[in-house]
């Protein structure tokens, strides 16, 4: 079950022998297995169908530990083409075991992948920059989605939950799968909202 998608961000511990990442691992398990009832076998890159109204999409689940702050995390990520070779695609909700934030919902991704590809337009060119997000655009729209204006997306399906604020679906509600399950749903609905 080690991920090693993001092996390359900074971690102060080791990954295989650190107690912060395998602990984010069984919440990532206890809460995808019971509550949306991810098999084991699908652990490592998890599909959830998001809960009404958005019950169109279906969103993978990355799981990101690490010991920087956000901001440079989502940098580095994009500047080492986490985005442009399909490990982050489009409809992405990150499980954030890591400190400082709860929750990143997707309008507020917008602004931070906005203000990132506007720090980085005198580095990167339009079609590079439009290269590093590809994947977040779909096919039909391309580079139309892509604001050359303002160097950032018009559109971006990202958003991001801590593990520890997930867990909170498991409290005040008495041993109640069904109850944890709304919570949950609550939770990731605030996320995806626009």
């Known amino acids: ?30 809460i995808l297995g019971g509550l949306k009832n991810i098999e084991v076998d699908n652990m490592k890159n998890p599909k959830i169908s998001m809960p009404n109204p958005y019950e169109d999409d279906v969103v993978q689940i990355k799981f990101l530990c690490t010991d920087d702050k956000f901001e440079k995390v989502i940098t580095e990520l994009i500047e ?16 954030w075991n890591g400190s400082e934030i709860k929750e990143y919902s997707r309008r507020r ?17 339009s079609n590079e920059l439009y290269q590093k997000f590809s994947k977040l655009l779909s096919k039909d729209d391309g580079y139309v989605k892509f604001d050359i204006i303002k160097g950032g997306l018009s559109s971006c399906n990202i958003a991001l939950i801590a593990t520890e604020y997930m867990m909170k679906s498991l ?12 919570q949950f749903e609550e939770q990731i609905k605030k996320i995806w909202e626009v």
């Not at 799968?177 to 709304?182: A, G, L, N, Q």
Request: glycine letters at 6%.
């Open 171 to 182: 409290e005040n509600v008495d041993g109640d799968p069904e109850k944890m399950k709304s």
């Open 1 to 30: 079950m080690f991920e090693n998608d993001f092996e390359k961000i900074r971690c102060d511990r080791g990954k295989w022998y650190c107690d912060k990442y395998w602990k984010g691992q069984l919440k990532k398990a206890v």
């Open 80 to 95: 080492k083409d986490f985005f442009s070779n399909g490990i982050i695609t489009d409809k992405t909700i990150f499980l």
């Open 109 to 125: 991704f917008r602004r931070v992948i906005c203000n990132i590809a506007d720090s980085k337009r005198n580095k990167y060119s």
